[in-house]
């Protein structure tokens, strides 16, 4: 009897073992069968045509600096994915630029995605769905004080052009028992757009060291689920480079507000500033009303403005100062403020 209950003893420990690697092997296989594979695509456009020129059609039909494709944006650096159970995030994960797995728990989820190498995009709500969505940074001008050209005369909040955002949203995903992850693919899509933004000069253009701008009207928010606009304007400021002709710029926006919906009307204000300092440390600023071209170019494209003048008298002025190119800010100048519109 002694030696039948020592075997039963010695056996105990095997049947555990066994036991316990059933379980083990249970739970890796109830993870396995919820991973999903998600491969990304990249859709790298920086302007929607609504109602202006196709510019990639008829990008050869105008003179200018850089090539269409030239203004696309990279692809993201990386992919953070946000998993939600009834609208409230319940699981994180950071890919690669290519994408990859995604663990998730039984039942139907939403899935947001979005790259996460940004430095000027500030993300807002985003535990909560319905709310997720995307700001950028405020930046201040002492010499910017407001577009003369705007009837509402209205202070708008200045902030840095937002860097390039991409989102891909499933609103309903269930994943299946396998123990292969299934392949999914999506299409992160652009929710930032680009405007080349060309100053042309009638005559100065020469006495021209520095110039930078700003751009009145434009969305200071962006919904990450299905890339509609907040209502509130703010004002982008942007530094810009000089050309022989004058001066260009390539500024990042979300956008115009409130778009796009069935009610987007034409009544706004959009207005552009160049601040230039010449060469003889004098600021010059002019205000320009683009209400028209920007309601036609709600998601980016181009913005021409003409017949920039700099007075001679001004430009061949005493010098004010030493001029360095690597000083962040220009200091306290004499300010002519010349308001020029579009001839």
């Not at 992919?79 to 728990?105: C, F, K, W």
């Not at 705007?150 to 499933?170: C, G, K, Q, W």
Request: hydrophobic share 35%.
């Amino acid at each position: 009897m002694n030696k039948i209950i020592a075997a039963a003893l010695l056996a105990l420990p095997f049947l555990s073992a066994c036991d316990h690697k059933e379980l083990c092997w249970d739970h890796w296989d109830h993870a396995a069968r919820h991973q999903v594979n998600f491969q990304a695509d990249w859709h790298l456009l920086w302007e929607y045509t609504h109602e202006g020129v196709n510019w990639q059609s008829e990008w050869h039909n105008y003179d200018f600096s850089r090539e269409y494709d030239e203004l696309r944006p990279e692809r993201g650096s990386g992919i953070r994915s946000q998993v939600y159970t009834d609208g409230h995030d319940n699981d994180l994960s950071n890919l690669p630029a290519e994408g990859g797995i995604v663990y998730m728990t039984p039942g139907e989820h939403q899935v947001l995605f979005y790259n996460n190498d940004t430095e000027y995009v500030v993300f807002n709500d985003i535990s909560l769905l319905a709310n997720a969505s995307a700001t950028t940074r405020t930046r201040t001008r002492a010499t910017y004080i407001g577009n003369s050209k705007s009837p509402m005369l209205r202070a708008e909040e200045t902030v840095n052009p937002p860097d390039n955002l991409f989102a891909h949203y499933i609103e309903s995903y269930t994943p299946e028992k396998a123990s292969v992850a299934p392949i999914e693919n999506i299409t992160l899509k652009p929710l930032v757009f680009r405007y080349l933004i060309r100053y042309h000069f009638k005559s100065g253009a020469e006495y021209v060291a520095l110039a930078r701008g700003a751009l009145a009207g434009m969305a200071g928010s962006v919904f990450l689920t299905d890339g509609h606009t907040g209502t509130e304007p703010v004002t982008i400021l942007f530094d810009a480079e000089t050309e022989m002709w004058g001066v260009e710029a390539v500024v990042n926006t979300f956008g115009v507000p409130n778009f796009p919906n069935p009610d987007y009307t034409r009544a706004e204000f959009y207005g552009l500033n160049l601040e230039v300092r010449l060469r003889n440390g004098y600021i010059l600023n002019y205000d320009f009303d683009i209400t028209d071209q920007i309601t036609l170019q709600p998601r980016g494209g181009v913005i021409d403005v003409y017949d920039i003048e700099i007075p001679e008298d001004v430009a061949n002025e005493e010098d004010k100062g030493a001029f360095g190119v690597a000083i962040d800010d220009w200091g306290e100048y004499q300010d002519i403020t010349l308001d020029l519109g579009k001839k």
